[in-house]
Each structure stands twice: as structure tokens, then as C-alpha cells.
């Protein structure tokens, strides 16, 4: 929601969830993979137990998989889920739930997904690019087209091959990927203003996108500053205030992904928990310990541990904790 | 210096086809030490990147993902996707760019699945997906593939096609850059025949020969054109074990 008034859009992760996040909801999240995930959103999603929610994602790791495997998700848009080398054959609870036909999905590459984001950003219906037109990724429709048409959610088509209007040739096929326009816009960001205006200070990934394209967007933080403080250096700046609708200050919300400059990823707590989501039991084990047994996300950090944490905290030139035991053990 | 393992031999045969002044585009894993490994043995003005947004990456320690805060460090460029996959689409820097990918399976045209095993709606292995690598064997001048020299890896009909090699060769070609042009293993490496594009072995490790190789395909396999694979350098494995993956983390 456009917001031009200037108001303080502070708020706690709770307050956000329960606004903002609705039941049935197509959301999305920044980050990749294993760096810059809401996690601390996503534990008050699970926390205040929306279901039906409805994600599209690029390359999503450790937020959509808890996600999914809390039950919360009926459907996905995915180009990868995974954490890369902490779950090499994919996120535990995102192959569980197709292997086992529990979710709607559908296939998309990285640059397909970011380009649906680009076009709802844009506000146009859809956006070209090249690609070969006899993979199953367009081929094959996880979706069909009469299931598509009941969820308004969804575009009637996956997508579709379109003929180059400035080639007469005919050799200029290229495939069209629908506009993607989410409720919900779930980013944790390094630093944001109380009125909205946000600032990446790593790779910003397709997160501007995800949020231009967004109805909603909640942004948690690392840091809460001052609005001069940002304004007096606004190209270093991505979003403007009017965007966001509610800004969430929380340090390690990220964890146990990254957030670049602040803090690595945590290899230790990334493994126990691809184990642990290796199956419902531990996985409810999980669960009930770090989300349902704490809070908030303070309280989920003090289970993690100040030491864990200050080992975790970045060198300020190399933006991680160079050295740091990365074997998991 | 204890005895070179197949792995280690198979990141630096890869290394070894990385061209200096190349722009490496790098998956997870293996293709990131192969990079690092060319960059620092006989390819120093080649340029790391990836699909994440970070260009010409420094690497001082082995990133763990494309979206490792590793990637960002020294970088030229620290953006996001929509420029990341520009450069590989731009008809200025595309044509200078190898894809490094990796899959789960492989057919004889160098097509790839990395999708899942089974029936696609109800598979019996489901895997993460296409990731960036679709639109990379796309948009890239030139595709390397990373593969381990198993029968269930190398068939005939993929489970799934979720990125293109030599498929239909005649098929938009004009939408294309390049094609397959290595697949490498632990066994030894493969090229595609100019005419029929289907798979040949070129080159086999030692310790392995053509026949054991052929026995590890799950396709016929052109072996008459093998050659041994000359053996990597002391020097080169010295950088290997001890500067880019000390930790062991994927060796």
C-alpha cells in the first residue's frame, strides 16, 4: 500500500504478521539461498500459524523451507529450493512436500522468476526473454490450465512462446513469463529508516524487485537509523519510503543465513537443521523449540547463544567471519 | 604429497579448460574451486562472477553458495539478478562467457536435468531445481558440465529436460550464443561429435581406461578418439589442497 504520509511505520515482527500476512496470501521473500533470509518474519508467520499462504520465490533456502515444512504453504513458484551444500539434494522439507504431493508447484528459472518480478514492478503483464522452447520447463506445467483458472492468484498460463515482432524472419522466438504481483513482500534488510526508506548494503539479489512488485511489504532490519542520515547519501539508497508498509528492527534476523557486512551464515545451526528436517518427527522437534518455545525473535537468539552469535559477527572488510569453522561439526 | 584423488583431478581438468580472459560464470561446488583453481595457476585476467550479482569476485575463501557473502568481498560490482543475467545475455560481454554447471543427470546431446528423478508431478527424487543454469547454457558463449561418471547420471532419456545442450541443433539457433562444449567427471572427459553432436570420450584419467569408462555410461559411446589425460602439475594441486580448499569443504 502507498503510503505518502510520514509516519512511523515501526512495529514488532508480531504486530507486522498480523497486519500484513493473511491466510491464502501469495507472498515472497528476499535473500538467496543461504544469506538474507526473513527468517525472523517467517518464524512469526509459523508462529501465528497462517496457512494456504501461496510463494514465489527465485532461489529460496532456509525461510521457504521451514515455511513449507510448517505447513503453512499450499503453493509454489520456484526456480530453486535450497541451501546449496547444507542440503545438496535440495531443501528437505521442499522435496518432501512434491515427492509427496502435498503442494501445487511450478518450475521457473532465476531469470524468469526475477523477470516476472521486473514486469510487476514495471506494471506491465509480461516480459520476454531467450531461451530454448522444448525444455520441460515449458513444456511441462506443473500446474494445469483448469486448476490455474480457479486460483485468481495464478496467470492461465505458466507461460508462453511469443513471436519477435521486430523480426519478420520467424527465427525470433521467445518464451513470455507472466507479471508476478505478490501480496506480500517478506525482506530483511541491513539498514532502514523509521518512515521507510531502506538501504542494501550487500547484493541486493531481485529483493527491489520482489518489494516494487509487492501490494505489502514488511522489511526487517539490522539496523533502525536516522531518515537524515540516510538522505544525506540517497544514491546508496533502493527504496523510497511510500513502498514500505512496515519496517521491523531485528538484529540476526537473518540468522542462521547471512546478511553480508554483519554476519556469516551459521554452518553449525544450517546442518542441524537439514538434519533435522529430514523428517515430520525431528522436524516438529525443531519447531516446537526455536518457533512455538520462544517468542519472539530475541528470545529465539538467546537459544542460539551470544558466543555462537559473536562468532558469527562479521570482519568489517571482508563483510563475513573470515576463518570461521564452515565443516558444520 | 599424498596420492591425487579423482575429485581433485577432475577440478583440475576443468581449470585447466578455463581461458584466461574468459568471463567464468559459476554454479555451487565444484565449478567455484575450478575457477578459483584456473584463476590462480594460468588464468589471472579471468573474471569470476555470478548470477547473484557479484562480478569479478575476489574469493579469498571458497563460498559455499552463489549467494555466499563470500562472492561480494572485492568484488568490481556488487548488484543483483537483472544485471547479473544482462551480462550474460549482453551481445558485448555474452560472447566472452563460460557457463560452469553442474546436473543430475546428462544425455548423450549434453541436455541437462537437475529437476527430479520419476514422474515430474509425483516424482520418486525430487532435486532443488533449474536455478539460474537454464537461462546460463542459454545466454554463455561457451558450457562446461561437471558430472560424476555414473550409469544412472549418464542416460539415454532424461527424467526430466531442464536445460538445453545440442538438443535439435537446428532449433533457434539465432536465440542462442553456444553449446556444450566439455563434460567433465571423475573418470575423464567428454566432447560432442561436430556432426551427429552426440557425446565422445576424449580424454580418460589414470587408472581408468576407455572400456571402464564405456561401462560407466548408460548410452553408446564413441571411445575410438580417447586420449589420456595429461597429469596436472605438483604445483597446481599444491594450490588446490592448500589455498582454495583447506577446510575440505567440497574436496
Redesign the interface.
Known amino acids: 500500500m502507498v503510503t505518502l504520509k510520514k509516519q512511523s511505520k515501526v512495529m514488532s515482527a508480531r504486530e507486522a504478521v498480523e497486519r500484513f500476512v493473511h491466510d491464502g496470501d501469495l507472498i515472497t521473500f528476499g535473500g538467496f539461498t543461504i544469506t538474507r533470509n526473513p527468517m525472523g518474519l517467517c518464524h512469526e508467520i509459523i508462529r501465528q500459524k497462517r496457512k494456504d499462504l501461496h510463494v514465489a520465490v527465485h532461489s529460496q533456502g532456509q525461510a521457504f523451507d521451514l515455511l513449507i515444512g510448517a505447513g503453512c504453504v499450499s503453493v509454489l513458484e520456484v526456480a530453486y529450493g535450497g541451501t546449496a551444500r547444507f542440503s545438496p539434494g535440495g531443501g528437505p522439507c521442499f522435496r518432501r512436500a512434491i515427492e509427496g504431493g502435498q503442494v501445487q508447484f511450478e518450475d521457473y528459472t532465476n531469470f524468469q522468476m526475477t523477470l516476472r518480478f521486473l514486469a510487476g514492478a514495471m506494471g506491465v503483464p509480461f516480459l520476454p526473454l531467450r531461451g530454448s522452447t522444448e525444455t520441460d520447463v515449458v513444456r511441462k506445467w506443473g500446474i494445469p490450465p483448469e486448476i490455474r483458472k480457479q486460483n485468481p492468484k495464478l496467470p492461465e498460463k505458466k507461460l508462453a512462446t511469443v513471436i519477435n515482432p521486430f523480426d519478420t524472419s520467424g527465427e525470433g522466438n521467445l518464451i513470455a513469463v507472466p507479471a508476478l504481483q505478490p501480496d506480500v513482500a517478506l525482506i530483511h534488510a541491513h539498514q532502514a529508516d523509521s518512515e521507510g526508506t531502506v538501504r542494501f548494503k550487500g547484493l541486493t539479489f531481485t529483493d527491489v524487485e520482489q518489494i516494487k512488485a509487492s501490494k505489502r511489504v514488511i522489511v526487517s532490519c539490522e539496523e533502525l537509523v536516522d531518515p537524515e542520515t540516510l538522505r544525506r547519501d540517497p544514491v546508496q539508497n533502493q527504496i523510497p519510503f511510500f513502498m514500505v508498509d512496515a519496517v521491523v528492527p531485528m538484529p540476526f534476523g537473518a540468522h542462521p543465513t547471512a546478511c553480508y557486512g554483519y554476519y556469516d551464515y551459521d554452518p553449525a545451526h544450517m546442518k542441524h537443521y537439514a538434519e533435522m528436517a529430514k523428517s515430520e518427527e525431528t522436524l516438529k522437534t525443531y519447531l516446537e523449540t526455536y518457533i512455538f518455545g520462544t517468542r519472539d525473535h530475541e528470545e529465539y537468539l538467546s537459544l542460539i547463544g551470544e558466543d555462537t552469535l559473536n562468532r558469527l559477527r562479521a570482519d568489517p572488510d571482508a563483510g563475513y567471519a573470515p576463518g570461521l569453522d564452515r565443516s558444520g561439526e | 604429497m599424498s596420492e591425487i584423488t579423482p575429485r581433485e583431478r577432475m577440478v583440475l581438468a576443468a581449470a585447466r579448460r578455463i581461458r584466461d580472459e574468459e568471463i567464468v560464470f559459476c554454479g ?2 565444484i565449478s567455484m574451486i575450478a575457477a578459483m583453481a584456473a584463476k590462480r595457476i594460468h588464468a589471472p585476467n579471468s573474471v569470476i562472477f555470478f ?4 562480478i569479478d569476485s575476489r574469493l ?2 571458497l563460498p ?10 572485492g568484488a568490481s560490482v ?5 544485471d547479473s ?1 544482462a551480462i550474460l ?1 549482453n551481445s558485448q560481454t555474452g560472447s566472452h562467457v563460460v557457463a560452469v554447471l553442474g546436473a543430475a543427470q546428462i544425455d548423450p546431446y549434453g541436455n541437462l536435468n537437475s ?2 528423478i520419476g514422474d ?16 546460463a547454457a ?2 554463455a558463449a561457451r558450457v562446461m558440465i561437471f558430472m560424476r561418471l555414473e550409469k544412472r547420471r549418464f542416460v539415454e532419456r532424461l527424467d ?5 545442450g545440442w ?2 541443433p537446428k ?6 550464443h553456444g553449446r556444450p562444449d566439455v563434460v567433465i567427471t571423475d573418470g575423464g572427459t567428454f566432447m560432442f561429435d561436430n556432426d551427429s553432436r552426440r557425446m565422445y570420450l576424449a580424454t580418460y584419467f589414470p587408472g581408468n581406461d576407455p572400456r571402464s569408462i564405456e561401462r560407466r555410461v548408460g548410452f553408446e559411446l564413441d571411445i575410438s578418439r580417447a586420449e589420456e589425460e595429461p597429469p596436472p602439475s605438483d604445483e597446481s594441486l599444491n594450490h588446490l589442497r592448500n589455498h582454495i580448499d583447506p ?4 574436496l
Do not use: N
Not at chain 2, 532449433?171 to 542462442?176: C, G, I, Q, S, V
Not at chain 2, 577446510?247 to 567440497?250: G, S
Open positions: 555451487t561446488g548470477e547473484t550479482g557479484a579469498m575463501e559455499l553458495s552463489v549467494g555466499d557473502p563470500r562472492v561480494v568481498t556488487g548488484t543483483g539478478l537483472v543475467f545475455q529437476t527430479c515430474y508431478w509425483r516424482p520418486k527424487v525430487r532435486f532443488p531445481g533449474s536455478g539460474g543454469a537454464s537461462d542459454v545466454f526430466y529436460f531442464s536445460t538445453p538438443k535439435s532449433d533457434e539457433a539465432a536465440m542462442y577446510q575440505h569443504l567440497i
